[in-house]
């Protein structure tokens, strides 16, 4: 939806629509959008698979040739650095 619209501009009912569910099941997991964005944030920076850990495994040595064709091809695009 971020590739669409801006985040002051996403709703709980486009959220909801997007995903399938009610709006009660939204609420059970988030008090609100702003809850749901801090959480992509932090599973965007921090979570398994994502550019931060990327990167690490890339500097310490530890990402496998497979591994740096996924960060170039997906995660340097996810973060806008390259098309």
């Known amino acids: ?7 002051a501009n996403i709703t709980v ?3 909801t629509e997007q995903a399938e569910l009610n709006r ?3 609420y059970y997991h988030f008090k609100s959008m ?11 920076a921090l979570g398994n698979g994502s550019v931060l850990q990327n ?3 890339l500097v310490a040595g530890s990402s496998t040739a497979n591994g740096f ?3 170039i091809k997906h ?3 996810r973060i806008g650095y390259v098309k």
């Open 34 to 44: 702003d809850d749901l964005a801090d959480r992509v944030i932090e599973d965007e």
């Open 75 to 77: 995660d340097m695009e």
């Open 24 to 26: 009660g099941r939204f």
């Open 1 to 7: 939806m971020l590739e669409h619209h801006r985040l």
């Open 13 to 15: 009912g486009m959220v």
């Open 55 to 57: 990167m690490l495994s």
């Open 69 to 71: 064709e996924a960060f």
